[in-house]
């Protein structure tokens, strides 16, 4: 894992949590099952909206843990970490506690043992459950969205045999969320594997607000050219 992280540029939580998944997806292939479920709870949920909040994240972002990805589902989202320990205690189940959770240096567990005990301080009761609450409401809005600029990026995109053009006349038609959203699924489909993020989107805005010019983002080479948005797709050699 160590060795993964430095490769990558990961902080060591973040590859340790790819290389689990990873791990998992790999044997429900083996073994032939469809789901893969997970203990993530109500008070990851919390954690996570807070986390995400802090870093100036979209709806996207804001809808927190989803509850299924893919195979993934994750059937403990909504019952808070005391009720899933105090079940697993009538039963006298153990459950092995990570050491690194008590590490204040990790933002997660920063957020978890000091944010969260001040919100609850500050409310006066707990505040896990509406925060999760939020983040599930919020989630709805993110996932309408999603849909209309898939909707919108097979409308204005066209594929070439090194890439994707956009047509940006017909691309800034769309309000700003809907926009931003056509832009990430395009340098999705052109990342071959690589993470694009906030900034990249931003950065081909700025490239639309202009003239002509480009920009490089992961995977691709975006250009302005004659009326149309070009994403040179840049293989991993």
């Known amino acids: 894992m160590p060795a993964y992280a430095a490769s990558h540029g990961r902080s060591t939580e973040d590859a340790a949590r790819r290389l689990r998944y990873a791990f998992l997806e790999r044997t429900a292939t083996a073994l032939g099952a469809t789901r893969i479920a997970v203990g993530h709870t109500q008070d990851d949920q919390a954690e996570t909206f807070l986390l995400k909040l802090m870093r100036g994240a979209g709806l996207t972002g804001l809808g927190g843990i989803y509850p299924r990805r893919d195979r993934v589902i994750r059937p403990f989202l909504d019952v808070p970490r005391a009720d899933l320990r ?60 999603d849909e209309l600029g898939r909707e919108r990026f097979r409308a204005v995109a066209t594929e070439r045999d090194d890439g994707l053009e956009l047509d940006v006349h017909a691309l800034t038609q769309s309000p700003p969320p809907v926009l931003r959203r056509v832009l990430l699924e395009a340098m999705r489909r052109t990342a071959d594997g690589r993470e694009i993020g906030l900034e990249h989107v931003e950065a081909v805005l700025a490239l639309l607000g202009g003239v002509e010019g480009g920009v490089d983002v992961p995977g691709s080479r975006v250009e302005l050219r004659a009326g149309k948005l070009v994403l040179l797709q840049q293989k991993v050699r």
């Open 86 to 145: 105090a079940y697993l205690t009538e039963l006298g189940e153990r459950w092995v506690e990570d050491e690194s959770n008590e590490n204040l240096d990790i933002p997660r567990n920063r957020v978890r043992h000091r944010v969260l005990a001040e919100l609850d301080r500050a409310a006066g009761g707990p505040t896990r459950a509406a925060i999760a609450r939020a983040a599930g409401l919020i989630r709805d809005d993110a996932q309408w969205l």
